[in-house]
T-cell receptor
Framework: DQQVKQNSPSLSVQEGRISILNCDYT??????FLWYKKYPAEGPTFLISISSIKDKNEDGRFTVFLNKSAKHLSLHIVPSQPGDSAVYFCAASAMGGTSYGKLTFGQGTILTVHP | DADVTQTPRNRITKTGKRIMLECSQTKGHDRMYWYRQDPGLGLRLIYYSFDVKDINKGEISDGYSVSRQAQAKFSLSLESAIPNQTALYFCATSDPDQKLFFGSGTQLSVL
């Protein structure tokens, strides 16, 4: 049972435009969400996070939006740059209880930004 | 130098062989994890350890074992490798804010 889903395996965007990557989750206990970026031959690196007490978090060109009622989050990259081309993973965690410290990842979305 | 170091980077082995993947970290974190990445499935948790005396199974622990030799070292073993264990394996540590820091990965192929 995939508790965190990224339904778009790939996304292609023109340089300078907005990239929107989507993520859905089913576990209502999840209250902390993270996005990771992965380049080929490297491990994933942390990009941005959001807790369930917020509905938006911004860091430079990257903004994450959380819609708790829809169990949906999205990552916006504006403007997109060719160096943003990578695999993006959404991850979720429950801050309390036995799930603390364990992240559940989505399948990943391959973003390609064309010059 | 990398904060989380995995060895080897690549490994080809045969069905039935025992192999060990090693991980060491210099971040000083207590928590360490082993994940595997498969196309279309994302990253799945195999085992995790919150301190030297703590070992916990993740969602796909069957066929794997781990050893936490020290705060800085966490190794993953496949006692008898099988072809569906062919995957990209990642070791990670986490800080108290649950941010994971990953190694560069070990590509394992079981023939």
């Amino acid at each position: 049972d995939q508790q965190v889903k990224q339904n778009s395996p790939s996304l292609s965007v023109q340089e300078g435009r907005i990239s929107i990557l989507n993520c859905d989750y089913t576990n209502s206990m999840f209250d902390y969400f993270l996005w990771y970026k992965k380049y080929p031959a490297e491990g994933p690196t942390f990009l941005i996070s959001i807790s369930s007490i917020k509905d938006k978090n911004e860091d430079g060109r990257f903004t994450v939006f959380l819609n708790k009622s829809a169990k949906h989050l999205s990552l916006h990259i504006v403007p997109s740059q060719p160096g943003d081309s990578a695999v993006y993973f959404c991850a979720a965690s429950a801050m309390g209880g036995t799930s603390y410290g364990k992240l559940t990842f989505g399948q990943g979305t391959i973003l390609t930004v064309h010059p | 130098d990398a904060d989380v170091t995995q060895t080897p980077r690549n490994r080809i082995t045969k069905t039935g062989k025992r192999i060990m993947l090693e991980c060491s970290q210099t971040k000083g974190h207590d928590r360490m994890y082993w994940y595997r990445q498969d196309p279309g499935l994302g990253l799945r948790l195999i085992y995790y350890s919150f301190d030297v005396k703590d070992i916990n199974k993740g969602e796909i622990s069957d066929g794997y074992s781990v050893s936490r030799q020290a705060q800085a070292k966490f190794s993953l073993s496949l006692e008898s490798a099988i072809p569906n264990q062919t995957a990209l394996y990642f070791c990670a540590t986490s800080d108290p804010d649950q941010k994971l820091f990953f190694g560069s990965g070990t590509q394992l192929s079981v023939l």
